[in-house]
């Protein structure tokens, strides 16, 4: 069970360096100003994501974080990238999608929610374990990242891409803390989230052939 | 436990069936078929649980309460009338605005099945993940029974539903993993700290400092699937766009789901930290959905956006007396959730007939109902006397109760505030309804489905009516259980 | 039980009440230079009109018929406990100050209904004035003696009485001069004198008591003037033994009684000066001047209480 | 169901009959096609015979035969229901069920099947509603009771559905009380919640054992929440809209029983449970009191629609009843126990006798409006030669109303003009300053409600019919016509034998003020009604009706000897110095009152407009309109502003929810911050 407490594994530093990136890769996708810029951004995150996996699965030799691990690669840095491209393309190339504050605001905003997380979630470690030490802050703080990205921008899919990063962030504390949760409600978890995102499109489609286009600011006729 | 599988299966197998029966004659009995079986089933769990008390199955994977059995019996005793309403107003709907021809037959019913069956497996679970699937499943499939009719409003509805709940939901698993964190090292096996009865046994050993933190994510997430406001703000789209079955199920058994969901945190919780801290939050939230909901209901036009800010104060009403945490105040709480949810599936059963037959939704086209269909005017009566919380209605008793347990707790603040605000309500809503019920009906209305249509609405009635003048025994003893799971 | 002295003082006051009518008529006659109906006119009226034929309008009700006969059994009732020689008239127990406003208000009430009977715009329009006007005599008539009743600490007119009499600072005190005044207006008012009202005149702008018997006629009239002269000498008496309550008997000696008796009839007979006076040197004001005439009266008389509790509270 | 005693028997049957009487028009609904005597002759005849029963459960209390309990347990937390009447609710169950049993036999079948049968199911649940109200003795029975009796009988307002002044009147109607119901509810349950039980006992103790300032808040709250149904200013605006609304029985239900059910709430949860109320209530209530007298008896006295008109006079004698309560908190504060005993008798006996007088009034003047196709008096007249029975019912109701002696409302009134004099001199507190100033408003307000019931009974029933409907109006049924006139009785009685009636009420009293003797409110032989004082003033109402009946017959001996055995009487035309004129030159209802309407104009703010149709000559208009309203002052000055504040507020408030995702998703957002930074 002292595997739980890996203070002394010199990976740990990688974890560290992943997650940074994890962060960075969500802040990336918030500062962007192209859907497609952002789509990649979030593979980036999506990649980290799954590298972090693969480590923790290294470290505690625990199978199912390993398939894990596979899974993330395979749908969340994979198959959810190219639908949303999908989407991305039919909804008129390589859009712009139009934030409602200019992206220096956005990342002072940004930083002011990691400070918050880092702030509120730090106080709950001791000075060891730290690889929870810096997962667990990462991944709240990507939570209220990737929110911020639903919140301020128009663009349908831009808020699907916020909110699988959302899930990403979520996942990441998943692995990290808990080195994965039973096999079968991680796949469970996967699956959802696949399902959610396929319908999430399915929405945009149909957004886009009831309203021509996806400037979900349009989306205003129901109010009161 | 025999009864428990059966009863979890029943809907998807009902619903696969529906799928591959297509547009078949037989596909609404399926759907009647397989309703009717779970709310028999649901009984026979609540007689089981009635003798012999709670018990895990499944290899803790499933869990079988007090709160469960009641939450089950409250989605199978709404989800049958629903179904029934719904096999003659479908058809109705379809041959009017010819939805179905954009729509594959048999579909309305599996997602209607597949639904039930994703609340009762929420209901039952006794995994926190598995619970968490189930949510999510029920999510996506309410979700495209929002947009079942394709218009633009029912469109955008169920996108800001998909999104805000998906969101909420994403929380609602990080809350998840917290607590399964929180409880890492204590059991020896995996997955058994995403089990509740563990984490509810074990209760004392956790930490708090992230059990709390788990607490506050699966409020804010659970607490967004059930309405509480300001996380509410889905809710009034959604409902007022969704077929009225569909709408009707939602807003009761849905509801029910979620806050039994959030309610198995707050037991944790509560046992973890003492009761105090998540009660405030509790009775914080409470009150703020309540008094959120009232301008709304005071200055409406939509009927059914009406009866969805309606079910915002219910629920904030239940999560407030909850949040009293006196005995009495829970039983109320809790027996409010049950009441409300016939006369909130009425109201919204209603909606259908009157709203089609007026060919409006809006309060102020459908006047002088009593004089215009005396049989749906009795019934829209009915339904307003339980939405306002009159006799003899359950909702005037179950309302008192939670309030009377209130006025006695640490809460008193808050107990006023939400009297003021049912005050308030009461005053809304009965404007709404004098001018539903009385004045001269307006020329041509004539209620578009055929009479059998009234029967199941009839059946909601009279469960409302007669819970406000009788409690039975055996439901007063499932509600004193329920009340038991929550606050030991 | 000294039923004499009942049947005495309803004797009394029954048969001096057209009288006094008489001799306010005759004083004023000889204020004018004229010689005057003689005094004892009234009864011989009184009697002409028992022995006509009644006409009865073909709308009044059966109510109609009664009530002249309620009326003056009002009147006479009146007349067992009002203190008219001694302050302990024999029927006290059976009615007070409330009561007997009371059986005023009743009397007035049977009046402006039957003014109603006939279904025509003479009984209407003094059954509208009438209303109008008492509905501020009575609560002044009240009010001022209330006044005194609160001084005495009861509402049984003899107690008053004694009470006012037993103790003569009070004669002078503000509030009672004040209340009297009151109570005069108001039975002024109520007897239709002028300036409220002049009970000659048959013009309809102006008349108030007239026209709600103008329907009335034979038996039935005479029964309503009798009982309007009884009531107005009880009002009279009321205030006589009320308000200046000297030499009213305080026990039932022949020779207190005697002079009981003189100092009534010599009140009353003031009192017919002061009205014949007021009648000849004063013009009646107008209709819509009266309620202020009267408010007046209800503001001295609430004066007078709450005075009347400031001095001595 | 624990059935003791004779009692227990009787109340059980009272309820039951009514709950059957209640079900079966609903339930012959469901038969196809039902015989008539199911859907309403017997729920009818069921109903009433029941509230004979609770008049006779009643009268045994009042005898203080108090049954134990009824006992039943619906299965709700706490204890079981318990229904049963004491000393306190004697009297009112008394009235309960007089006037209903009048009210019952007098409720005709109108109109259509079905409404004729929902009425009555409604009716009688009505009863059933405030009978339970009356009886409860456990505090959800009670609110179940409380608000059902408001919903019910707000139904039975707005039982005409196309009339839009019925649906206002019942919405106005169950707000306001609806609003007052949740005051009740709150101190009831904090009481409940602190007694830890459910049942008045338990309450009662705890009440009793509570801190002043903690009893006084209590106190108050319940004095809010019934000064509604009591309907004292400026609470009152639903009475006039509600009461004239409903149909003629209901409204002698409402006006003659459910307003006595706000009394009973005063007394009952501020004053007997407590054991004295708390500071100021007295003169709290005596202003009130008086301001209701008068706005009442003025209301009343410019109203031309008989059916508001009496409930404006309803509202007068509410103030009445409020005052007369006041007086006895007040005097009972200052330590004058036997005359606040006389004020408490005041309010109670008023309680009945006005019960008695404005049910019997809304049953006889319903009639007549029913026969007059009309609620406004101008529409009437000359009823009284063509609907005998009902106006010798409506004359007796009128002159009681009027507060004449030796009728129902006179006793009460007089005794509290009784304790105010004593009071005074006894030189009670504040009483000094309050006294004359009650007892001038008293006689102001009886002086202006005589002109109004003068009004009423003087154009509708007397003069000539003013409309062909009025010319050609028939009596009522004569099972209706037989119950008006028995009912009569029951005025006159409470008024002619005011001193045996007054000791009935011995039990009451004692309930609220343990050390009053009532045995000396009545004299030697029980002939007169005293003061409580062997040295006051009495009256003997019996004596005075004798005299005057005797000095009548006197008279009419007189004239006999006087003229001899000629025919005397004839009948001709009405004398109108010569000219003949038609109906119209009648005095209207408004015509009447437009002396006192122009005294008052002050306070009245009354609107007159007068356009001339058509020009004649320069000096005679040929047709002229006239029209004169008196406005709503306080609906206007009071509710108004509130119910826009509210409804501004509102709608600032659904700027909330624009529809804007991102925002929505900005809420979570900020929630989910706010909960990380102040959450734990």
């Known amino acids: 069970m002292n595997l739980l407490f890996p203070d002394w594994l010199p990976r740990s530093n990688t974890v560290n360096l992943l997650a940074g990136a994890f962060l960075l890769s969500a802040l990336y996708a918030a500062a962007q100003r192209r859907l497609l810029a952002a789509i990649t ?80 979630t730090r106080a709950l470690f001791g000075a060891g374990s730290s690889i929870l030490a810096s997962c667990l802050p990462v991944s709240v703080a990507t939570t209220l990242v990737g929110l911020f990205i639903m919140v301020s921008r128009r663009r349908a899919l831009m808020q699907v891409v916020g909110l699988v990063i959302v899930e990403n962030a979520i996942f990441l504390a998943a692995v990290s803390l808990t080195y994965g949760m039973p096999l079968v409600v991680e796949m469970g978890v996967l699956l959802d989230l696949l399902v959610g995102v396929a319908l999430l499109g399915l929405f945009v489609g149909r957004i886009e052939e009831t309203l021509g286009d996806t400037d979900t600011t349009r989306l205003t006729s129901l109010k009161g | 436990m025999a009864w428990l599988l059966p009863l979890l299966l029943v809907a998807p197998l009902g619903g696969a069936a529906c799928l591959a029966l297509g547009r078949s004659r037989w596909t609404p009995r399926v759907l009647l078929a397989s309703c009717a079986a779970a709310l028999a089933l649901a009984l026979a769990l609540v007689a089981r649980t009635l003798t012999g008390g709670a018990f895990t199955a499944a290899g803790g994977w499933l869990h079988v309460d007090g709160l469960v059995a009641m939450v089950a019996i409250i989605v199978t005793a709404i989800a049958l009338p629903c179904a029934w309403y719904g096999s003659l107003y479908m058809p109705f709907v379809a041959e009017r605005d010819h939805t179905d021809a954009r729509w594959a037959p048999g579909r309305y019913e599996a997602l209607l099945l597949g639904l ?77 700290a995403l089990q ?70 707050f037991a944790i919780t509560a046992a973890c930290t003492g009761p105090a801290w998540p009660c405030g939050l509790f009775a914080l939230f409470g009150a703020l959905s309540m008094v959120m909901a009232v301008p709304f209901l005071l200055v409406q036009g939509e009927y059914k956006r009406l009866l969805a800010y309606s079910s915002i104060e219910h629920a904030g009403l239940v999560t407030l007396a909850i949040g009293f945490g006196t005995p009495l105040a829970v039983f109320g709480g809790l027996f409010h959730l049950l009441v409300q949810s016939f006369a909130k599936a009425l109201a919204f059963l209603l909606a259908g007939s009157i709203g089609r037959g007026a060919h409006s939704r809006r309060m102020d086209h459908f006047p002088g109902m009593l004089e215009a269909s005396p049989a749906l005017g009795t019934l829209l009566a009915v339904a307003g006397i339980g939405l306002v919380g009159l006799p003899p209605a359950g909702t005037f008793v179950s309302e008192w109760l939670a309030l009377a347990g209130g006025f006695a707790s640490s809460q008193g603040v808050a107990a006023r505030i939400a009297l003021a605000a049912l005050v308030v309500v009461f005053l809304g809503l009965t404007f709404h309804w004098s001018r539903m019920l009385l004045g001269r009906p307006r020329e041509g209305f004539a209620d578009p489905l055929p009479a059998g249509s009234h029967a199941p609405m009839w059946a909601l009635a009279a469960v409302l009516l007669v819970l406000g003048v009788y409690l039975p025994a055996p439901v007063r003893a499932l509600i004193e259980q329920a009340a038991q799971v929550v606050l030991p | 039980m000294h039923a004499g ?31 005057g109906s003689p005094v004892l006119q009234r009864y011989r009226d009184l009697l002409k009109l028992a022995g006509k034929e009644t006409v009865l309008s073909e709308h009044a009700s059966p109510l109609a018929r009664v009530t002249p006969y309620l009326m003056l059994g009002a009147a006479v009732t009146l007349c067992t406990w009002t203190p008219v020689l001694t302050t302990r008239p024999g029927l006290a127990f059976a009615g007070d100050l409330v009561m007997t406003v009371a059986l005023l208000a009743a009397m007035r009430v049977l009046l402006a209904l039957l003014a109603l009977e006939a279904g025509t715009t003479f009984g209407g329009m003094s059954a509208s004035r009438h209303l109008a006007l008492s509905a501020l005599a009575e609560p002044a008539l009240m009010m001022a003696i209330f006044t005194l009743a609160l001084n005495a600490h009861s509402t049984d007119l003899a107690r008053i009485a004694a009470a006012v009499e037993a103790a003569p600072a009070a004669w002078i005190s503000p509030s009672h001069l004040l209340a009297l005044t009151a109570v005069w207006i108001v039975v002024v008012s109520e007897t239709g004198r002028v300036p409220v009202d002049n009970p000659v005149t048959h013009l309809e702008l102006t008349m108030i ?40 008997a305080d026990t039932l000696e022949p020779a207190a009684l005697g002079l009981a008796l003189l100092a009534w009839l010599g009140k009353l007979l003031l009192f017919a000066v002061v009205v014949a006076l007021t009648e000849s040197l004063t013009a009646k004001m107008r209709l819509f001047r009266v309620p202020e005439f009267l408010g007046m009266a209800f503001l001295l008389a609430l004066i007078a209480l709450t005075s009347d509790t400031l001095t001595r509270g | 169901m624990s059935l003791t005693g004779l009692d227990g ?118 009863a059933l509603a405030m009978l339970a109200a009356f009886t409860a003795r456990h505090v959800l029975l009670f609110l179940v009771a409380w608000e059902a009796m408001t919903l019910l009988s707000a139904a039975l307002v707005a039982h005409d559905t196309r009339s839009s002044r019925g649906r206002g009147a019942a919405y106005v109607y169950l707000a306001i009380s609806h609003a007052g119901a949740a005051c009740i509810a709150l101190a009831l349950f904090t009481l409940s919640a602190q007694a830890g039980s459910f049942q008045f006992e338990a309450l009662a103790a705890t009440y009793a054992r509570l801190p002043a300032a903690e009893a006084a808040r209590l106190a108050w709250w319940f004095t809010a929440g019934f000064s509604v149904k009591l309907a004292l200013l400026p609470l009152h605006v639903w009475l006039p809209m509600a009461h004239p609304e409903a149909p003629a029985p209901v409204s002698a239900m409402l006006s003659g029983v459910m307003v006595k059910a706000g009394l009973y709430g005063l007394l009952r949860f501020a004053w007997q449970m407590p054991g004295a109320p708390p500071a100021h209530w007295g003169t709290v209530l005596v202003l009130a009191g008086i301001a209701s007298m ?211 009420l011995a039990a009451p009293l004692g309930a609220l003020l343990p050390d009053f003797d009532a045995a000396r409110l009545a004299g030697e032989a029980g002939f007169t009604l005293l003061p409580a004082r062997v040295d006051g003033s009495s009256i003997a109402p019996a004596a005075v009706a004798l005299l005057v009946a005797l000095f009548a017959l006197l008279a009419l001996a007189w004239l006999r000897g006087a003229r001899g055995q000629r025919r005397v009487l004839r009948r001709a035309p009405s004398w109108t110095c010569g000219a003949a004129t038609d109906t119209r030159a009648q005095y209207t209802a408004l015509g009447l009152t437009k002396p006192l309407r122009l005294i008052f104009e002050p306070v009245l703010r009354s609107t007159r407009e007068l356009d001339v149709l058509e020009e004649g000559s320069p000096y005679f208009a040929r047709r002229l309109r006239y029209r004169s309203a008196v406005p709503a002052v306080f609906e206007r000055w009071l509710y108004q502003p509130f119910v826009q504040a509210v409804v501004w507020t509102s709608e600032q408030a659904r700027r909330l929810q624009t529809g804007s995702l991102h925002l929505y998703l900005a809420y979570l957002l900020a929630t989910l911050v706010g909960l990380l930074l102040w959450g734990r």
């Open chain 4, 9 to 126: 028997v009787l109340l059980a049957g009272a309820v039951f009959g009514l709950a059957v009487a209640m079900l079966l028009p609903v339930l012959a609904t469901l038969v196809p096609s039902p015989p008539a005597a199911l859907r309403h002759a017997a729920p009818r005849a069921l109903a009433a015979g029941s509230c004979v029963l609770a008049a006779v459960v009643g009268m045994r209390a009042l005898a203080g035969a108090t049954p134990p309990p009824l006992a039943w347990w619906p299965g709700f937390p706490g204890q079981p229901f318990t229904l049963g009447p004491d000393a306190l609710s004697a009297p009112f169950v008394m009235l309960f069920g007089a006037v209903g049993a009048a009210s019952f036999a007098a409720h005709a079948p109108i109109g259509s099947e079905r409404g004729a049968s929902a009425r009555l199911a409604l009716h009688a649940g009505f």
């Open chain 4, 294 to 504: 008068i706005a009442g008896a003025l209301y009343a006295a410019v109203e031309a629609d008989a059916k508001r008109l009496l409930a404006y006079s309803t509202l007068k004698n509410a103030g009445v009843l409020a005052l007369a309560v006041g007086l006895a908190a007040l005097l009972a504060e200052a330590g004058q126990r036997d005359i606040a005993g006389v004020a408490l008798a005041a309010a109670l006996y008023h309680a009945v006798g006005h019960g008695f007088a404005k049910a019997l009034a809304f049953l006889s003047v319903g009639e007549a409006v029913h026969a007059g196709g009309s609620r406004h008096l101008d529409h009437l007249g000359g009823l009284a030669n063509r609907m005998p029975r009902t106006s010798i019912a409506a004359l007796v109701s009128t002159l009681a109303l009027c507060g004449l002696p030796a009728l129902s409302c006179f006793a009460g009134e007089w005794l509290v003009f009784q304790s105010l004099i004593l009071g005074y001199s006894a030189g009670a507190g504040q009483l000094r300053l309050v006294a004359p100033f009650a007892g001038a408003a008293l006689a102001l307000a009886s002086a202006l409600a005589v002109a109004a019931l003068v009004k009423l009974y003087g154009i509708a029933f007397l003069g000539r019919p003013r409309t062909a409907e009025a010319a050609a109006a028939h009596d009522a049924p004569r099972v209706v016509g037989l119950t008006l006139l028995s009912f009569t009785a029951l005025p006159v009685l409470w008024g002619l034998a005011a001193p045996v009636m007054a000791l009935t």
């Open chain 2, 196 to 265: 509740w009865t563990h984490l509810r046994d074990a209760a004392q050993q956790l930490d708090p400092r992230f059990v709390k933190l788990a607490f506050l994510f699966a409020l804010a997430g659970y607490g967004a699937k059930a309405g509480l406001a300001p996380m509410h703000s889905w809710l009034p789209d959604a409902y007022s766009q969704a077929p009225t079955p569909v709408a009707a199920l939602m807003s009761t058994a849905l509801l029910a789901t979620s806050l039994s969901a959030l309610l198995r945190f």
């Open chain 3, 5 to 35: 002295a009942i049947v005495l003082q309803t004797v009394l006051l029954v048969a001096l009440a057209p009288l006094w009518n008489g001799v306010v008529a005759r004083i004023k006659a000889r204020l004018q230079m004229r010689r």
């Open chain 2, 116 to 192: 039930l069956g994703c609340m009762l497996v929420a209901t039952a679970a006794n995994n926190l993940g598995l619970m968490w699937i189930a949510i999510e499943g029920a999510t996506l499939a309410s979700a495209l029974l929002v947009g079942y009719y394709r218009r633009p409003g029912a469109v955008e509805a169920a996108w800001k539903y998909l999104v805000l709940c998906s969101v909420g939901i994403s929380l609602a698993l990080l809350a998840t993993v917290l607590l399964y964190y929180s409880a890492g090292r204590l059991f020896g096996e995996e997955g058994a």
């Open chain 3, 209 to 248: 008591h007239e026209g709600m018997t103008l329907d009335v006629s034979g038996h039935h009239l005479a029964l309503l003037e009798w009982a309007g002269a009884v009531r107005q000498l009880v009002l009279l008496t009321l205030v006589a033994n009320l308000f200046l309550p000297w030499g009213i």
């Open chain 1, 41 to 120: 951004a979030y593979q980036w995150n999506s990649v980290a994501l799954g590298l972090i996996a693969a480590v923790v699965a290294v470290v505690t030799g625990a199978r199912h974080i390993a398939l894990a691990a596979l899974l993330v690669f395979a749908i969340k840095a994979v198959v959810i990238p190219a639908v949303l491209r999908r989407q991305a393309m039919r909804g008129g190339g390589d859009t712009v999608a139009e934030p409602f504050m200019g992206v220096p605001a956005g990342m002072l905003a940004c930083g002011g929610l990691v400070v918050l997380a880092f702030s509120q």
